[in-house]
């Protein structure tokens, strides 16, 4: 049975922290027993708006990755790279660039957004304008099926899914094509041929999307198809030539509900962090001076804990019984704010042991990250190459 593949990058950004965890994580994590996944640390995006002073970059994607591992997520079971040692991703990039319009780009939502929201920062460049072109090649060269993203993502992956057609139709025109899908088909029992023909025509003549579906998982099931085979009875159902590229959907990253010590979200941006693998001195003090509700001016002032940040952090790590002592106790003023912190401060610190085992392993032996990363790339690579040399074919840069 053909497995769906699953792709996912981040940006180098440094320490992660526990919305990451709860957000992005987690959801990796879940993924990776579903899925083949591949996770990839975006070096070159990174670039795109840190061009200017790229120093950090390496050592933030090996804080990452390690906040990676650390979170559970695992090289047994996910291929895990960094994009920029899989340099056909740059290949790819600089092919679809000379058949993406302009205007398409200039149309990304965040084109425009993050040039205003970074001004003081030039991103007037031909990488930033073309963030998304990349962001395409990394999820197409892997022929990926669905890509894990936030919210403020999914123009990336619509944009990268009409690329994906344009590409097919303008080169997916191979000489031969109908001949060679009469061949494939000819290799199928005749019974599968028979319901594919059907499904096609229910498709293509009554716009039957079920029937689309249909087809499609019928051809996963034909894992006995050459590859190239099986591309060509993609097109073939689809009405397009040769499938060259796959189109992806996405798989929408619920949003991180974790509060920051402020209550607005966890963001590095509102500086009201904690970290994956913050040390338990520093969790202790930051919640100690996490603010409370303003009303508790004196310890026997009563208080209201939906005012309170602390509040929100005891819905993420409390249980029920422990919910009740803080809504009564906060309520009659029958505790105080620093016995209400402490809870959370040991629910977040349980939180982290895990984590901190498992990052302690790779901090006392980074050999084993880099061969962690070395495997990857090179199965990433091995992935890559073979999209590669089909759009190489394709666009006639097979030089034989
Ligand atoms: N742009 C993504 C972000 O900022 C990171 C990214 C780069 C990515 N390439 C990708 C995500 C490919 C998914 C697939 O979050
Ligand atoms: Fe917040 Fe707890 Fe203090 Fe109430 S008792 S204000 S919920 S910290």
């Avoid at 097919?168 to 094509?177: I, K, L, S, T, V």
Wanted: negative net charge.
């Amino acid at each position: 049975m053909y497995a769906e593949r699953v792709l996912s990058g981040m940006r180098p950004t440094g320490a992660l922290h526990l919305g990451h965890y709860h957000g992005v994580l987690k959801n990796w994590v879940k993924l990776q027993h579903d899925y083949p996944c591949l996770f990839f640390v975006a070096d070159w995006h990174a670039l795109t708006t840190h061009y200017d002073d790229p120093q950090g970059i390496e050592k933030a994607s090996w804080d990452m990755i390690i906040d990676w591992l650390a979170a559970g997520v695992d090289p047994k079971q996910a291929t895990l790279f960094i994009q920029s040692r899989v340099p056909e991703h740059a290949e790819l990039h600089l092919l679809m660039s000379m058949m993406t319009p302009l205007g398409w780009l200039e149309r990304v939502p965040t084109y425009k957004d993050q040039q205003e929201k970074l001004a003081g920062k030039d991103l007037t460049t031909y990488g930033f304008l073309g963030y998304p072109l990349l962001m395409s090649a990394d999820i197409l060269i892997y022929r990926a099926d669905k890509v894990p993203v936030g919210e403020d993502q999914i123009p990336h992956v619509e944009f990268t899914r009409e690329l994906a057609r344009r590409f097919n139709h303008m080169y997916g025109r191979e000489p031969g094509f109908a001949d060679k899908v009469e061949a494939a088909l000819a290799s199928l029992n005749s019974k599968s041929r028979r319901s594919f023909k059907d499904l096609r025509t229910r498709f293509q003549q009554n716009g039957d999307k079920e029937a689309l579906e249909r087809g499609k998982a019928l051809l996963h099931e034909m894992t006995q198809l050459a590859p190239a085979d099986h591309e060509r009875l993609a097109g073939y159902l689809e009405g397009t030539g040769k499938m060259i590229l796959v189109e992806p959907g996405y798989l929408l990253t619920p949003e991180s509900k974790m509060p920051g010590l402020d209550g607005q979200k966890m963001s590095k941006s509102y500086g009201n962090t904690i970290t994956l693998r913050e040390s338990e001195d520093s969790v202790a003090k930051k919640v100690k001076s996490m603010p409370t509700d303003p009303a508790r001016v004196r310890r026997n002032d009563p208080g209201e804990p939906s005012k309170c940040p602390v509040w929100q952090l005891h819905q993420v790590y409390s249980d029920d019984a422990c919910k009740e002592w803080v809504q009564q106790g906060c309520r009659s003023a029958g505790i105080g704010c620093i016995e209400c912190k402490q809870p959370v401060i040991d629910g977040i610190l349980r939180e982290q042991v895990p984590m901190r085992e498992r990052a302690q392993v790779y901090l006392d032996d980074p050999v084993l990250v880099k061969n962690i990363i070395a495997d990857g790339c090179d199965k990433a690579r091995m992935l890559a190459r073979e999209t590669m040399r089909d759009v190489r074919e394709a666009m006639g840069l097979e030089y034989h």
